[in-house]
């Protein structure tokens, strides 16, 4: 009977929590599907968040420049002339400068439930979570978007997996986009078939009852993945078997634990279905767009105004030359002797001259610096080969870092909705297991940018802080800090350390250290 009773307790626990068991309604979503794969083919912003990838690998549109006679309209491909395409990778710095900003240093978790902070170091936000957050971080500024896909693995353990935005198509119940109605995971796999390997396209469609596998046809378009037919649930729990007990008429009267011959309570598998769609966005502006939109005519610009300024500087030698007196052969051969012999032999009156077609290399390289700024401004960052990032005060470097500042303040809050979320499933694992609801507990995530900083000014004012202001909130924001948990047990240890230094050189000179008493002690 104690043992029934601890079951009912865990079981009235679990029910508690915001799941509710998995309707395998067939509704029909297989036109919808082919529908939403249409437009997710076509989409402008889809084919964005390829190009921000491509940007930051360096495949830019300067890859594509060509050089042409100069004939007009009818020009003609030229390869003997310089044909340079220098990429400017302006997106990597800046993609790169942004997530090493803020996510450099790991964040430090405050809450006020010890317990609950030790679980949430522990076992869930641990430093491959970290790594997995900052990846996120980086790929969600090359696209505007990116995603944990959460899951229970064959362990049991709670996972996230990130997904590139440009595979998901998400439905949001608001404007704002904070609650998801629907999404697809579209996704392709590598299948042996027969004896040639083939990339098979594959699609999961959650909504609020679980989740609808696709499979792509290369004649019928999109149909149920015959493998995986039936609805499916987010995870499945162990449940106590139940059996019901009837009255004579059929009533109900009581149910008991099902039992097996050693007297031991019988569990089944129960499919259950999240009460959220079990994703959950990262977004690098409020308008889910790629930094690529903000730099890329700059950053296009500035790679082909100084490609051109190459070729002009190669294509020198072969400058328009005048020839004078001259009755040899054509200017073909004319041409090959001058490129072979570096000379050739004219009339007694002839001679030949270069045209000169100067090109004003200083207004170039004006107009170069003035699109790398802009491009910078724009994009948010700092230019640091800028003349003016020398030895600067706080304020100065402050006015220096505004632009980053700005930008990382909006990505703070995408960061902090992101991780808010992420924290709804990590709360509902911990309930799930541990039986404990910290649903209601505040947790702050704290962010140590790297920003570069006068560090002799920083620290002189935490110094003067620290009568007013506890360790707490100083330690964050400390140059020489980059694990705040760790710098506070730290600092715990050192003052229990010389508390009992204390003590025994108390001792050893006979004197007895004076101890606390209270009322009830006297």
Known sequence: MELEKIIKQEQKQKMSIDTYNLSASDIEVDDFINKAYSDFQSDINRQLMFEGISYYNGDTDIQDKERFDYAGTKAKKNTNLSNVKINKNIMRKLTRQKVNTLLGKPYSIQTEEANYLKLLEDMYFTKNLYLKIFNLCKEAIKEGINWFNVYYDSQGNLQFRRVPGNQVQVFWKDRDHTEIDQLIHFYKVRVLIGSEHKDVEFADYYYSGGLIHYRKDEKSGWQRDTERPNVEGNFTVMQPKLNDITDEDGNVVATEFVRNEHGEIVYEPQVMVWDRIPWVALKYNSEEQSLLK?????????????????????????????????????????????????????????????????????????????????????????????????????????????????????????????????????????????????????????????????????VDMINSSRSLLPDKLLLPIHPFVEDVSEALKLIEEQKKEQEGQFEQNMQKYGNTPVKQTNEEDE
């Open 294 to 458: 903000y730099i890329k005519n700059k950053q296009d610009s500035y790679e082909q105004l100084f490609s051109m300024l190459v070729d002009t500087i190669k294509d020198i030698p072969n400058a328009i030359k005048v020839f004078r007196g001259y009755n040899g052969a054509n200017l073909e051969e004319v041409m090959n002797n001058i490129s072979q012999f570096r000379a050739v032999i004219v009339d007694p009156d002839g001679a030949v001259d270069n045209l000169e077609t100067n090109t004003n290399v200083d207004d170039i390289i004006k107009v170069l610096t003035q699109l790398r700024k802009d491009a910078y401004e724009d994009g948010g960052g700092v230019d640091v080969q800028n003349t003016e990032t020398g030895d600067k005060s706080g304020v100065a470097l402050k006015f220096l870092y505004s632009d980053l500042d700005l930008d990382l303040s909006e990505l703070t809050r995408e960061m902090d909705m992101f991780l808010e979320n992420l924290l709804w499933f990590v709360d509902f694992d911990i309930n799930l297991k541990y039986h404990v609801d910290y649903s209601e507990q505040e947790v702050t995530f704290k962010f140590n940018k790297t920003n570069i900083v006068n560090e002799s000014e920083l």
